[in-house]
């Protein structure tokens, strides 16, 4: 049984790609981001869509980024409009 062989360069990708990311994240603390519309109707994905959400701090961005990986989640800088 043949294991699957990840290609150094494409895993080189993804971690560039995460850790952009992850940065960009950063460089919004005190800045407010926009949840892209998700099928989720609670209070929480629904504000966070309209109003968007203030990162506060290190570890609140840090905690979106990871949930925005974990939960297919996405942020932008701009209200996305239906």
Known sequence: MRKHKIEPE?????ITA???????????????VYRCPI???CDSCKN??????LIHDYDHAIYLHLAEGEMGIRYTDA???Q
């Not at 494409?10 to 993804?14: D, I, K």
């Open 39 to 41: 099928k989720c109707q």
């Open 18 to 32: 995460w850790k952009k990311r992850k940065q960009w994240f950063v460089d919004r603390i005190g800045k407010r």
């Open 79 to 81: 209200k996305y409009e």
């Open 10 to 14: 494409t895993n080189v990708n993804a």
């Open 48 to 53: 966070g869509h309209i109003n968007g959400i």
